[in-house]
């Protein structure tokens, strides 16, 4: 007797090896596989501006990653002792006005600079819930916690950034043929739009992305929502907010992730790359040992046979570690 309805694994058209590019970009559920990709030596670039939880801001960040426009000092501007930018995430902010405009810019600059190599994209919708600025019209990514009155709440149709991401997606394919996109929607909820307009909102950005996937040939769905929401369907997997996913969601959306969209000679290489990574954890109740010595120079040794086989792989900090740690 089965007692849930389970999601099988299948492969992707979106696949994952070492030697890509990745930028990813969006919720804060695109951080948790992102950092995840990150942590085990993918060339991954995480969300350049901070979390973007809308789909209007998040390919607004696009078009201006993919433009030579500038981030310039007028645009920012100082509340609560911070200087903030509406486009980027809190995480930019800071007291000193000079500081945040530097922040901000650089990291622009590094996905610029890797720009022409970027050939996976994987984007994270979070809600279609979007904040208009009163006074300027224009949405914002990021209210910095400004009075609720300076904005309007609106919840965007799939028409008003569909067309958008059809020309950008378009165009970069164009420059970068090998160009492949990932789309998810966030399986957070937004408990605070209430659960009634949260489902809704789910469902508009559920549908822009069958409707992208249906348009592109190249842009695949990964189904994130659907895993957390119908296959674990159960608040374990919740964190004690009941609203983000716990460790263990986050865990099985993962390994999914992993069956799915990352290539069987990737995965021995970063079986490999997790034993490493692991051993780099440990810490031994007796440093200065014979018995020490040897696991750091075999964890040496396996270092250098990987980076000896495959050039493009950046094990330099565990291999740092390990040497230091030889008694």
Known sequence: MDFRTQLPPSESPFQLQYQDTILSMGSCFAE?????????????????????YNPLSLIDALYFLASDDEIEEDDLFQHQDLWHHFSFHGRFSHPDRTTALEQMRSSIRKIR????????????????????????????????????????????????????????LEEWKALQPDLQVLISVSPMRHIRDGLVENQRSKAILVLAADELVKALEFVHYFPAYELVLDDLRDYRFYAKDLIHPNEMAVDYVWEFFKASC???DTLEIYDKVQSILQAARHRPFHENTAGHRKFCERQLSQIAELEGKY?????????????????
């Open 113 to 168: 600079s890797e720009w022409p190599k970027i050939n996976r994209v994987m984007l994270t919708f979070g809600t279609a819930y979007a904040f208009q600025n009163k006074q300027t019209g224009a949405f914002v990514a990021n209210c910095h916690k400004l009075p609720g009155s300076a904005f309007e709440r609106v919840r965007l149709p799939a028409e008003d950034f569909i067309f958008n991401y059809l020309n950008l």
């Open 32 to 52: 948790h596989i992102g950092q995840r990709l990150s942590d085990h030596k993918f060339g991954l670039h995480l969300n350049p501006f901070g979390i973007l």
């Open 262 to 264: 990352i290539t069987k």
């Open 311 to 327: 050039s493009w792989l950046d094990l330099s900090k565990e291999k740092d570690y390990f040497i230091q740690s030889i008694p």
